[in-house]
């Protein structure tokens, strides 16, 4: 009896909750409502406002409509079938990449989604310290990064404790966010002038519909590739996909919404300086904070997966290490966003498309457990390398679609070599 209790103790204490290096299996898988919320969180990124500041200042209402719906569109279908994937085999992005790039070939994907997470990590703590520090002590360079480090260790902690954790913080900020932000948006279309298609009329006009919906999709088309790493928890692919879908095209309208509305209200970018304008003071610091909180944390998460893919170790401990580089990098990735951004949009997007045709290409070897996984699929990682570099040079199109088209192309001429 002694025995099979220690035995039954060592067991539970090796239990991983977070199943980063095997299948979620199906006791431990969550229901829609729980996908949703995770889901809908991490789309919730005040960065994305930034964006909805460039469409409104260059497309008028119906223009700034069109590019949501377009861009919405193509980005909902492609986390939507990374969803679906993930939903189905039960495997983490960088699971999903041993069997697609390769043992030693899933590395380079891991490293991206590490280094730009960790990013977006970053620049979010900064997007919290900044204004508050700003608008409480008026500036002060060390209230500044102490309102960086405390948040950096509170969104690193939620980060570090995993998915439960993930879905508890999700369930309180996104409906808080979601009813304060757009009360707020609301009040502040009210005291302008005329309608909020008369208000969106003061646009300069010099972006394209295809240009806006060009901007809609990178602005989260890294975090989205992530997307399996929180749909392998769906208890069923249907759930996982509709969750994912709806989740991206509510949550970044929502964020473009009201990036737009505060570039039209107070000449900014951010929900944050119109509550303050509103005089919502205490209301504005607890939406910013939670907004930045549920994509934070999402964001931790996979550089704590993909860190650890690369060298080996446990989750946790590649959290904690990923969340102090980017706690310390924060104000610099703060000032140098636009240069980021343009990174993002051409590395990620090519990956997800390769891990989509991978299970597609292969669906009875992923069904079956039976993928042979070679050191490094040469194809999928040329197809990563042209890809990230088309998106980059080619002027006419989206980056994005130009980069994944390249990096499909070289991964389906590898596979029909075989």
């Given at each position: 009896m002694g025995k099979e209790m220690t035995a039954k103790k060592s067991t539970t204490e090796t239990t991983d909750i977070d199943y980063a290096e095997q299948a979620v299996p199906k006791e431990s898988r969550k229901g829609f409502v729980s996908m949703f919320m995770i889901m809908l969180g991490?789309?919730?990124?005040?960065?994305?406002?930034?964006?909805?500041?460039?469409?409104?200042?260059?497309?008028?209402?119906?223009?700034?409509?069109?590019?949501?719906?377009?861009?919405?569109?193509?980005l909902g279908a492609y986390t939507g079938l990374l969803g679906y994937v993930g939903a189905k085999t039960g495997l983490s992005m960088d699971l999903l990449a041993k069997k697609a790039f390769g043992e030693k070939g899933s590395w380079l994907s891991s490293a991206m989604i590490s280094f730009t997470q960790i990013g977006w990590f970053g620049v979010g703590l900064a997007m919290f310290a900044i204004p508050v520090a700003g608008e409480i002590f008026h500036g002060n360079e060390a209230a500044k990064w102490i309102l960086v480090v405390v948040a950096g260790v509170c969104m690193t902690a939620s980060a570090y404790f995993g998915i439960k954790s993930l879905t508890l913080v999700s369930s309180i900020a996104v409906p808080l966010v979601a009813v304060l932000g757009t009360v707020a948006m609301v009040m502040a279309v009210r005291?302008?002038?005329?309608?909020?298609?008369?208000?969106?009329?003061?646009?300069?006009?010099?972006?394209?519909?295809?240009?806006?919906?060009?901007?809609?999709?990178g602005s989260f088309v890294s975090g989205g590739t992530a997307t399996p790493n929180f749909t392998r928890f769906a208890?069923?692919?249907?759930?996982?996909?509709?969750?994912?879908?709806i989740a991206f095209f509510i949550g970044n309208s929502l964020m473009f919404?009201?990036?737009?509305?505060?570039?039209?209200?107070?000449?900014?970018?951010?929900?944050?300086?119109?509550?303050?304008?509103?005089?919502?003071?205490?209301?504005?610091?607890?939406?910013?904070?939670?907004?930045?909180?549920t994509t934070n944390d999402n964001a931790l998460y996979s550089a704590g997966l993909g860190l650890a893919n690369i060298f080996g170790q446990k989750k946790k401990p590649m959290v904690l290490i990923s969340?102090?580089?980017?706690?310390?990098?924060?104000?610099?990735?703060?000032?140098?966003?636009?240069?980021?951004?343009?990174?993002?949009?051409?590395?990620l997007p090519p990956v997800g498309i390769i891990l989509v045709l991978s299970y597609f290409m292969n669906r009875k070897e992923y069904e079956e457990d039976k993928?042979?996984?070679?050191?490094?699929?040469?194809?999928?990682?040329a197809g990563v390398v042209l890809g990230a570099i088309v998106a980059n040079v080619v002027p006419a199109g989206i980056a994005s679609i130009n980069g994944m088209a390249v990096a499909a192309l070289c991964y389906v001429i590898g596979e029909l070599k075989k």
């Open positions: 991490f789309t919730f990124f005040s960065a994305s406002m930034w964006v909805g500041q460039q469409l409104a200042e260059g497309l008028d209402f119906w223009g700034f409509l069109g590019s949501l719906i377009l861009g919405g569109a193509i005291q302008g002038d005329g309608t909020i298609i008369d208000q969106f009329a003061v646009s300069s006009g010099s972006l394209s519909v295809i240009g806006g919906a060009g901007l809609v999709i208890k069923d692919a249907k759930s996982g996909t509709i969750a994912t879908v919404f009201f990036g737009a509305i505060a570039y039209i209200f107070v000449g900014g970018n951010d929900i944050f300086e119109v509550m303050i304008r509103l005089n919502l003071f205490y209301m504005a610091i607890l939406v910013l904070g939670m907004n930045i909180w969340g102090a580089i980017g706690t310390i990098l924060s104000v610099w990735l703060y000032y140098n966003f636009c240069d980021w951004l343009n990174i993002l949009n051409c590395t993928v042979k996984i070679v050191t490094v699929n040469w194809f999928a990682v």
